[in-house]
């Protein structure tokens, strides 16, 4: 192609100027470049099997908060964000015809069905219209081609085996730097309006002072937030010990929602960390960091090689179970009146605010697959509705986990509601946050309020199934744990207060279960 040659950059989860590799590579081979981002309609839609909506209130405000704040990064730099609305295969044919001198389309590769199927559309296009294809992998922090595996068939099962192999075999690549200055887009190009939450049918949410995650989003954001957690507190030198807090932006790092759509990438966090090491300190707590960063790159590369499996009801393992789908239960559990004040307590948080705790999100879909029984992709498809920070491979690897067909060596996991609600909430401070009707339950009596006499809850006035619901389910494991809230067999109300307390004999769990040998959690 004679003339000058304009590269499209279809941006999609990689909303970031520093470490893309996109930019980087349009620069030395573009005399313009068209940054793009496409609202695809199929992302605005019903879930897969329960018709759910597909992006909810808080994803889609911290993705128009992130799309804007790049629009002004890229401003800055001489360049633009072009915007449309549309399905991108058909978006980028139509500025390929309008152009007139694009010589490449580059992307990011994704790794599940629906992102694999825009490429080949995209790529489809292409071909019909000679135009060149250009892809990158940018989301993990290990690169594809770098894992110690000669083949993805051959990536681990058990996430131990995976994180020693790559931590002992490979290395993380460097950060692509940012440009001074972008290569100008072509004349004449319309810069496209950035929809609102009513231009796709959505409300705009209501912020609320309870929330753990009161953040905006944006690279801007992403890399203040990084400096708050890094430098300007310490924060990450303790994290190790407060990440399975419940209540407050700093127990644990929130980076997931930038990371989910791009705003930040995980080699940035990971070389910030060594730097940080070297010049502060390095602890468990800074090496935990990049240990769930690792959780994270683990479950795209078991998406990549189980394909389709990760969203299929039996899971990775090819597992019948036979799973209900009781819409009553299923109700109570999203609508957070199962009357288990801790599973409630953490529904409500992610239906107020689009966040949930690592530790809770363990806890109620545990309950959803094994105290209830419920199809586990109605939790899953509730989550990719709700979370601010859905990521389809980490969420829907976490549900296939938690159902015990996915990535799991132990058998028959099942977390103890009132067990894990003692251990992690003990002064019940978190559940009268988000359960008002039971906050005259002092102490730790408000996780088991079934077990409380009439005169005790009538005195905190409380009517079981009148103003909080009496338990969809009691599992007999629980009683081994109602007595020991007043005997101290349990942690002690009395101990450090605030439920980002984590006991010691927990202080190595998380999503890193394969440390425990206990499968009663």
Known sequence: MSGPRTVICLLRNDLRLFDNELFHWAQRNADHIVPLYCFDPRHYMGTYHYNLPKTGPFRLRFLLESIKDLRNTLLNKGSNLIVRRGKPEEVVASLIKQLGSVSTVAFHEEVTSEELDVEKRVKDVCAQMKVNVHTCWGSTLYHRDDLPFHHISRLPDVYTQFRKAVESQCRVRPVFP????????????????????????????????????????????????????????????????????????????????????????????????????????????????????????????????????LFQVNGLQDKSVSWRKDMKLFNAWKEGKTGVPFVDANMRELATTGFMSNRGRQNVASFLTKDLGLDWRMGAEWFEYLLVDHDVCSNYGNWLYSAGIGNDPRENRKFNMIKQ???????????????????????????????????????????????????????????????????????????????????????????????SRSKNL
């Open 178 to 309: 940012p440009p001074e200055h972008l290569k100008p887009l072509p004349q004449g190009l319309e810069e496209g309006t950035i929809l609102t939450a009513e231009d796709l049918e959505q409300k705009e949410p209501v912020a609320d002072p309870r929330s753990a995650f009161p953040c905006s989003g944006g690279e801007s954001q992403a890399l203040a937030r990084l400096k708050h957690y890094f430098w300007d507190t310490d924060a990450v030198t303790v994290y190790k010990e407060t990440r399975n807090g419940l209540i407050g932006v700093d127990y644990s790092t929130k980076f997931s929602p930038w990371l989910a759509l791009g705003c930040i990438s995980p080699r940035y966090i990971y070389h910030q960390i060594k730097q940080y090491e070297s010049e502060r300190t390095a602890n468990q707590s800074t090496y935990w960091v990049i240990f769930e960063l690792l959780w994270r790159d683990y479950f795209r590369f078991v998406a990549v090689k189980y394909g389709t499996k």
């Open 421 to 515: 609600g003692l251990d992690y909430d003990n002064n019940g401070e978190y559940v009268r946050l988000w359960v008002p009707e039971l906050q005259r339950i002092m102490g730790a009596d408000v996780h088991t309020p079934w077990t409380l006499s009439s005169a005790m809850l009538s005195h905190a006035h409380v009517s079981l199934g009148e103003t909080y619901p009496t338990p969809i389910v009691i599992a007999p494991e629980w009683s081994r744990h109602f007595n020991k809230k007043m005997s101290g067999a349990g942690p002690s109300p009395r101990g450090r207060k605030g439920p980002s307390h984590t006991p010691k004999q927990h202080r190595d769990r998380g999503i890193d279960f394969y440390f």
